[in-house]
């Protein structure tokens, strides 16, 4: 089994981003960052077991939780603190994974980066990609292409009048409160948060994987990114939903069909292009 090393990043805000590494058995020169979604975290699911195929196949995995996840350090199996939950937004999360790059640059000089985007950290991720040249390739799992998307347009009369909505989480039974800033960043910000203008701009060797019973975000999305920029390829996982046939918890010792499908595609872009 491979070694794996957590780390703690802090911030200006005082706020904690949480992390791990695991590494190669062997030196590599291979380093994917991965980037988890909205109500993630880098202990959800299968997670650890995908980073430990990424180490067998010679790549380090670096994941981590953003500062605003909700997921604490000492209860890192699922998102708790809905204070910060609530504040969370995308410009934060550019913001933390600056940080998280400026450390993998630091522990790994000679590594190239992959980014592995899931969800809205797949929007992340293609925001990411077009202003770091530090990327050298870019991976999206089932990625958005609007934050909008993740809440619905006759939300937002009462969200600005009553500075906070709720959002379902359909795994836990509760709901989730989202402040207005989050509704806000997205408006002032639209410019800078634009994932399809990003999507289109973007030059880093991109992989597009996303599934075809993926009621989360259709399969058109990834469609349309490779039309928006036709040098991505595009892997489609027929049958899988939006977390690849993962859940949480994840008590299996192997990877779900679908996830190891992703994983594979994923593990040869990198070695291959």
Known sequence: MAQTETF???HSCNKIINGDIT???????RLA???????????WGAHYLVAHYFARHQINYLKFNFSHSGVSKHNPADVTDMELFAANTPSKELFDLELV???????FPTCAITLIGH?????????????DNRITKLITWAAIDSFSSLWKKEQEADWEINKQIEVYNARTKEYMPLN????YDVQKNAEKLNILQAAKNTDTPW????GTDDINVNISVAQNFVSLNPKAKIVKIDGANHVFGASHPYIQNNLPPHLLKACQESVYFINNN
């Open 8 to 10: 703690t990043i802090t």
């Open 23 to 29: 590494y190669t058995a062997q030196p590599s020169t």
């Open 33 to 43: 960052i991965f980037v988890h979604g909205f109500k993630g975290f880098k202990d």
């Open 101 to 107: 790059i400026d450390f993998a640059v630091k522990k």
């Open 119 to 131: 969800s809205r950290g797949g929007g992340i991720s293609i925001l990411k990609s077009i202003n």
């Open 180 to 183: 207005v800033e989050l509704l």
């Open 207 to 210: 992989l597009i994987v996303h």
